[in-house]
């Protein structure tokens, strides 16, 4: 009993000499407690991970109870992760190996099974999310056997074909493994699973981006340069651009959300249609979110034609647009474009003087639309400012059909005071001004305001004998 007393007091004085003076037998206690405790926490926490792969493991019995099972027990590891980020439509892939090696597995033995996903949907322009069915986007597309690079079959190794689809713009969020199954010595059939990994279906970028043709048409315009201490004008072409705004997605019960940036395009190009000789310079403005289209005059002998041309000449540009994200998904519109060789135009009409005394009804939505440029895109967009004139010149007269208001009047009514002389044409000076220009809810600051000036002339019909 000495001898035992004597070796617990020796045990004791030899960890006394082990830790620091200051410190206090309690507070080695207590740390040893809470070491104690941790490793139980995590005990736990390994515990209810492994609780919880068994119930989705048991859950995959009802799920996945159509698959091809294997006589033999096997394993499913991952040996690399598909794309953590993909586009929808777009097809990737993974690798996985099948433990032991000598277990053959075929596509109607694996499945592709989701664990959880977070969807959100794009907000429409009445600020509520698209409410669509949740569902599952990812599918398995090809099981084959991983071959070398000289073309030998890897036991044990497969590659697997991976693909995403949607009806609806969505942005999903998604948890997955590979499963499988086999047959115990039972005669039970078990469900096995992969590792798990995450992948994000990126929307199209035509369906993250709110894009339009902005104007559909432009013009001939006066730029000014300094050479020196002179100020230089000359005649150039103006520029056509598309925005390419970004658009938020929500999850249904709007408690988070993601937003769509241009940012996302690794490449826009311009595909003109066959037929199209008239060259334009394509320009991606990433950091303003844009691309702008300008005539490419030099050497273009379309583009030299069109700026010697004298009168009123409208040139056509048509084409594709293709969006590539980076991700490999990619969008196109088609787009006609429109350049004219001047801002002035004179609308023309030839009247009987029955209906200049009656006064003659003037239309200005469809006047621009006879030149090609279509009203409604631009009002749509408040990039359209009429400006409604009153004006006599010499006798032949010009009233909005609404004077009095201080909204956009498109038409109005023509009548001559002077008695009509059937052959003659009576014309106004300039009387109505659409301006294209920069609002205040364009943010691409362009620095330019085309105004288009229109002149009205009337021609008296000569009276029939």
């Known amino acids: 009993m000495k001898k035992t007393m004597v070796l617990i007091m020796s045990c004791l004085m030899l960890l006394a000499g082990c830790f620091h003076d200051d410190l206090s037998w309690k507070e080695l206690l207590d740390a040893q407690g809470n070491r104690l405790n941790d490793q139980e926490r995590a005990l736990q926490e390994q515990q209810a991970r492994l609780d919880a792969e068994q119930r989705r493991l048991d859950e995959l019995a009802g799920k996945y109870d159509g698959l091809k099972k294997s006589d033999t027990p096997f394993m499913l590891v991952m040996a690399t992760n598909p794309a953590d980020t993909i586009t929808k439509s777009v097809d990737f892939s993974s690798l996985f190996r099948v433990n032991p090696s000598g277990v053959a597995v075929t596509k109607d033995m694996i499945a592709l099974d989701c664990i959880s996903s977070k969807q959100f949907f794009r907000v429409e322009p009445e600020t509520k999310a698209s409410y669509v069915k949740k569902s599952d986007h990812f599918s398995l597309k090809n099981l084959e056997v991983d071959k070398n690079a000289a073309g030998e079959s890897l036991d044990g190794q497969y590659l697997a074909t991976l693909t995403s689809a949607s009806e609806a713009a969505v942005w999903d969020d998604s948890r997955m493994a590979f499963v499988g199954a086999y047959v115990d010595k039972e005669g039970k059939p078990q469900y096995i699973s992969s590792e798990a990994f995450n992948t994000v279906m990126m929307p199209l970028p035509a369906e993250g981006l709110d894009s339009w043709l902005y104007p559909h048409a432009s013009f001939k315009m006066k730029k000014t ?7 230089v004008q000359e005649d150039t072409l103006g520029m056509v651009y598309v925005p390419l705004d970004g658009l938020t997605f929500m999850t249904q ?36 979110h844009y691309v702008s289209f300008v005539p490419d005059t030099a050497n273009n002998e379309t583009w030299r034609q069109f700026q010697d041309s004298t009168g009123i000449k409208r040139q056509d540009v048509a084409g594709t647009l293709v969006l590539r994200d980076r991700w490999g998904g990619a969008s196109t519109c088609h787009l006609v474009m429109s350049w004219y060789n001047t801002t002035v135009f ?82 106004t000076q300039e009387i109505r001004d659409l301006r294209i220009g920069v609002s205040d809810i364009d943010p691409k ?14 021609t008296i019909k000569a009276e029939n004998n």
């Open 346 to 427: 004179e609308l023309s009409y030839e009247v009987t003087a029955e209906e200049i005394r009656k006064g003659y009804p003037v239309n200005f939505t469809d006047e621009v639309a006879k030149l090609g440029l279509v009203y409604s895109d631009y009002a749509a967009c408040r990039r359209l400012f009429p400006v409604p004139v009153h004006m006599v010149i010499d006798g032949l007269e010009y009233m909005p059909d609404d004077f009095s208001s201080q909204t956009e009047v498109e038409k109005g009514v023509l009548t001559l005071y002077d008695t009509p002389v059937p052959g003659k044409t009576y014309r």
């Open 445 to 458: 600051e362009i620095p330019a305001s085309i105004r288009l000036s229109f002149y009205l002339s009337v």
């Open 225 to 231: 340069r300094k050479e020196g201490d002179t100020t």
């Open 253 to 288: 019960d709007k408690s988070d959300a993601r937003f769509y940036s241009a940012a996302n395009l690794s490449e826009v190009t311009f595909l003109p249609d066959e037929g199209c000789t008239a060259a334009v310079h394509i320009d991606f403005n990433q950091e303003k």
